[in-house]
């Protein structure tokens, strides 16, 4: 915008102390207000003291200001008695929201007339702020086996950039011998938003006859995926069946279970109880072993996910897969499954 008033153009003799007024009020426009904030998602600034104002909303024009509150949801801000707008992060398109204002941190708002479809709404802008050393903050592990709610971890102040999220469910249960079928692993769910969750795997079958081996079970699938970015899903690996033969002179194995990314699956021992999956892996555990002729199949496993949630909240709620219970019959019993998990990742930077 072009000055007011040039003063060196000014004919001579006495002049109006408005002309003076005008061009602080103008150049009061073009400076970052220093102000007081009040509120937490809708904020309210203040010039500080002597501080100079503007009355209108002007391209560019902006105010500074330290959180007083950290953000929880949808940030709108207005200045003084002004009209209240939206505030949006340096994409000019995302309105920011939870996380974006962290208490006691100094901020920058500024008005851009473009912004909400022309209606107008403030930039965001706040200085960067490292961790210890050049490379920032260090990502953070969160191993989850129990409980109901996550609360998202922070540094400096600041909740993470993204989340890298791996889970499983639950994995199924071994099968007995000759009687007993392994139970299915429990569905393993994160909501953001809506649910991302993985499915558990079945239960191993028991030898129904010298001819018919226990069957191993079906690995899971047909989980629903949520709000972010799906990396990869995979499908649960089917257990191993078991063995039947002719002979009774020698002890046999069980199916194993089947395995998942995570590791730990049962292992089949000769002769005696199935070997159970390792726990919170997702993983089958394994059929019962015989010394006569007919062996129970491995547990499946449950299926694999990884996802990334960006900009994320600062708590969320998870249920872990229940592990598919031993198949129990005839004369030894299968191998318990293992019990879902989650692994999150929080990275800054």
């Known amino acids: ?23 602080f009020t103008q150049v009061a426009q073009m ?36 959180a007083v509150n950290t953000s929880t949801g949808a940030i709108t801000a207005q200045f003084g008695t ?42 965001l802008e706040s200085a ?22 996550f609360t998202t971890p922070t540094a400096g102040g600041k909740l993470p950039l993204y989340l890298y999220v791996r889970m499983v469910g639950g994995g199924g249960g071994g099968g007995g011998d000759t009687a007993g079928t392994g139970g299915t692993g429990g ?7 809506t649910n991302w969750t993985t499915v558990g795997g079945t239960g191993g079958g028991f030898s129904s006859s010298t ?57 089949g021992i000769g002769g005696a109880t199935g070997g159970a999956a390792q726990a919170n892996s997702g993983s089958g555990g394994a059929g019962a072993g015989s010394t006569a002729t007919r062996c129970g199949g491995g547990g499946g496993a449950s299926e694999y996910l990884e996802f990334i949630i960006s900009s994320p909240a600062a708590s969320y ?6 592990a ?4 129990v019959g005839g004369t030894n019993n299968g191998g318990a499954g293992a019990g879902g998990a989650i692994e999150i990742t929080s990275y800054w930077q």
């Not at 007081?36 to 003291?49: D, F, H, K």
């Not at 708002?109 to 709404?121: C, D, I, P, R, Y």
């Not at 226990?214 to 995979?234: C, D, E, H, K």
């Open 1 to 23: 915008m072009p000055w007011p008033t040039i003063f060196a153009n000014l004919a001579a003799g006495v002049q109006p102390l408005s002309l003076f007024d005008a061009m």
């Open 31 to 66: 400076c970052a207000i220093p102000c007081s904030a009040a509120g937490t998602n809708a904020l309210t600034l203040t010039p500080i003291g002597a501080a100079p104002t503007f009355t209108s909303y002007q391209n560019f024009t902006s105010a500074r200001f330290v």
């Open 82 to 123: 002004l009209a209240s707008l939206n505030v949006y992060l340096g994409d000019l398109a995302t309105q920011a929201g939870s996380g974006a204002i962290t208490i006691g941190q100094e901020y920058v708002l500024v008005f851009v007339q473009s912004l909400n479809v022309g209606a107008g709404g403030f930039v």
């Open 128 to 149: 960067a702020i490292g961790g210890t050393g050049s490379s920032g903050f260090a990502p953070q592990a969160s191993l989850l086996t129990s409980g109901t709610t």
């Open 187 to 193: 569905t393993t769910s994160f909501t953001n938003v």
């Open 211 to 267: 001819t018919s081996p226990g069957a191993g079970g079906l690995g899971g699938s047909g989980g629903t995926s949520g709000t972010g970015t799906l990396v990869v899903r995979i499908t649960g690996g089917r257990g191993n069946d078991g063995v039947v033969t002719g002979s009774a002179s020698s002890s046999f194995d069980g199916g194993e279970g089947a395995g998942t990314p995570f590791g730990g699956r049962g292992a």
């Open 317 to 322: 709620t998870y249920a872990i897969g229940a």
């Open 324 to 327: 598919g219970t031993a198949g």
